[in-house]
């Protein structure tokens, strides 16, 4: 009886090891633009969600969710020193309700990751403060499956908010519990608080420590359309046979890539300057195409629709958001907050997603000059005009040809970026200091695809004697601003540009954007360009 005890307790024992091991063996490995996210099976462990931060520093992390609607659901502010732990029932609740949106219209839950937007602070060993700007896509299937997660962050979209003497400072304001000092991360204080997210000292008997909390404060704007090309036609346009708008998804399974949608940022200091820095935080939402199908779409605009001037475009219907965020100083007593001060900091996010129900171009059709106050493409082009620069020349008789990869090849930018969006002109948000950073999301790949193009526009000249040497003139616009990633800087660039037919007398010269007029204006009365 005592040997098959043993034997049973043996048998056990490797089981149980065996189960341990496999637990310690991520399931599934995912690598995106500076996060790598490792979902394990539970076995034994209660579903959990760890992240592990940029630095080892104490941290204060606020964390949201993309939710299929295009809003963004706040999860909680989470702290801790090197990693935090989100609540994953929160998450959970989020990635049901797109588990449920999407099976109600026929979609496989595993086709497309949404993600967690996270804005973090951090209190470095010399009592400085950072920032970090990260967005994760999630699985849902592995979510709601409950399986325990680790997401691991790199220290791209990360930048210094306060020097150490400007942390005293704004500690010294007028407040409660405003220490002498700061006690760097580097304090030999043995009883740390493992949530706090600064070390702790005492005041008067009382556990105090401060934290520095990024608060949304309000959606500046959204977005319904996601435009995918545009274009300021000019010229002798009757010459023009057909535009031709294409966006060609086949390379997203050719190349075992997934179709993404990038998140950008930007962080307005106003108490050191007024600086503002632009961020590539990751990707908003993915997209599997091996997993949903999605067919070619292609808009043909023939040129009798045209006159000259006109804005002509496409664009994704979808859900783009515009949110505002800003910083603000905590203090906590014995885990309570005592204090709460905002500060001259702000955080700005775009992200998009689309339609996943109808992944179709829209056309459009705007005739005159762009602007500020017309349609969604006319608008972008306003934006595209007043924040960006032209960036490449193309020139050929007859016919022209225009790709995304060419485009981001000459620009040495981001496959992600090779069809970025400029949502912020059909956002309608205003115009502020932070436009020209947070003007676009990016619209491209989670890797390089040789050779094919995500966007494609064909421009064809009318095929009769009189007109076939014709030559079209275009001009591709890139963001002046170049957003850090890696310790590189990158423009933001795609399908968005002039079009001009030169041709007989008569025709309209094109608009220079940056006179802030057209040459067919009245000058002493010029509109809003």
């Known amino acids: 009886m005592k040997r098959v005890t043993v034997v049973l307790l043996l048998i056990l024992a490797m089981v149980s090891a065996s189960v341990f091991a496999a637990s310690q063996v991520p399931a599934e490995s995912t690598e995106y633009y500076g996060v790598r996210v490792d979902y394990y099976r539970s076995f ?117 908010l306060y020097s150490r003497r400007e942390v005293e400072k704004i500690l010294r304001a007028p407040g409660k519990m405003a220490p002498r000092g700061i006690t760097g991360a580097s304090s030999r204080e043995s009883s740390l608080l493992e949530s706090s997210c600064s070390p702790p000292f005492y ?92 067919p070619k779409s292609e808009v043909t605009i023939w040129g009798h629709e045209l006159v000259s001037p006109s804005v002509i475009g496409v664009g994704l219907r979808g859900s783009a958001v515009f949110s505002k965020y800003r910083l603000y100083r905590v203090d906590y007593v014995n885990g309570k907050v005592w204090n709460k001060k905002p500060l001259d900091t702000y955080a700005y996010v775009v992200l998009g997603k689309p339609d996943e129900k109808d992944m179709r171009l829209r056309k459009f059709v705007e005739p005159g000059w762009p602007r500020n106050s017309g349609g969604p493409m006319s608008r972008t082009m306003w934006f595209v005009h007043r924040y960006w620069k032209e960036a490449v020349t193309e020139s050929n008789d007859g016919h022209l040809n225009l790709r995304t990869f ?13 069809a970025s969006s400029p949502v912020l002109g059909v956002i309608n948000a205003g115009d502020s200091e932070i436009s020209p950073i947070t003007l676009a999301i990016g619209l491209g790949l989670t890797k390089e695809s040789e050779g094919l193009s995500l966007v494609t526009v064909d421009i064809s000249i009318k095929d009769n004697s009189e007109y076939v040497n014709t030559p079209v003139k275009a001009t591709i616009y890139s963001s002046k601003v170049r957003l850090e990633y890696k310790g590189r800087k990158y423009p933001l660039t795609g399908m968005f540009g002039d079009i001009f037919i030169p041709g007989s007398s008569g025709y309209n010269p094109p608009c220079d954007p940056h006179k802030r007029y057209c040459p067919t204006e009245n000058p002493e009365n010029p509109t809003d360009h």
């Not at 008997?205 to 545009?230: M, N, Q």
């Open 44 to 160: 034994i462990f209660e579903p959990s969600f760890e992240v592990k931060l940029p630095t080892d520093d104490y941290a204060s992390v606020s964390v949201s969710a993309l939710m299929p609607n295009g809003s963004l659901k706040y999860l909680g502010t989470y702290s801790g020193k090197g990693k935090i732990s989100i609540d994953f029932h929160r998450v959970l609740y989020a990635m049901r309700e797109w588990n449920s949106y999407l099976r109600a219209e026929g979609i496989k839950p595993e086709s497309v990751k949404p993600s967690l937007l996270l804005l973090g602070t951090t209190v470095d060993r010399d009592g400085n403060l950072n920032y970090f700007m990260k967005t994760v896509p999630l699985n849902i299937g592995r979510i709601v499956s409950g399986m325990r997660v680790k997401v691991q962050l790199d220290n791209s979209a990360s930048g210094r």
């Open 203 to 294: 005041e008067g008997g009382d556990r105090t420590w401060y934290c520095f909390e990024w608060f949304h404060e309000k959606t500046l704007g959204r977005a319904s359309i996601i435009p995918v090309a545009a274009f300021q036609v000019t010229g002798d346009i009757d010459r023009i046979n057909d535009i031709t708008l294409t966006l060609d998804y086949s390379m997203v399974v050719t190349r075992n890539a997934e179709l993404a949608f990038s998140a950008v940022g930007a962080i307005e200091r106003g108490s050191v300057g007024g600086s503002v820095e632009g961020k590539i935080l990751g990707y908003s939402y993915t997209i599997d195409r091996s997993s949903l199908r999605i």
């Open 406 to 418: 060419s485009i981001w090849k000459e620009l040495d930018t981001l496959p992600i970026f090779s």
